[in-house]
């Protein structure tokens, strides 16, 4: 069986505010073996992060960026496509595009 890019599940999350929560925390460890990176919320009593793993969520911005970039390739944007392997397909070509225009080939 061959094995598809969406079989394994990550080791960490990494999320904003919004996703600081005790009961998600708990249930991505628990049940799915993730562990959650997110800043604290300014209202919350129990600090619950370390301030060294949040320095993965400075470097954020970069996964953000390049899902605007992948917004401008509208096959991407929209799926057409029916099996994953010709969508992912896509997303590297969108990928190389993107590496190739921000390069100076």
Do not use: H
């Amino acid at each position: 069986m061959n094995k598809s890019w969406n079989d394994e599940s990550p080791e960490k999350l990494i999320g904003d505010k919004a996703y600081d929560s005790d009961p998600m925390d708990e249930k991505l460890e628990n049940d799915y073996g993730i562990e959650l990176i997110a800043p604290n919320r300014s209202n919350r009593i129990k600090q619950t992060q370390d301030k060294r793993k949040l320095r993965r969520y400075k470097r954020r911005w970069k996964i953000e960026r390049l899902n605007a970039w992948l917004q401008n390739f509208r096959r991407v944007v929209v799926r057409w496509d029916y099996k994953a392997e010709n969508f992912m397909a896509f997303v590297l070509i969108a990928c190389i595009i993107i590496v190739c225009r921000n390069t100076n080939f």
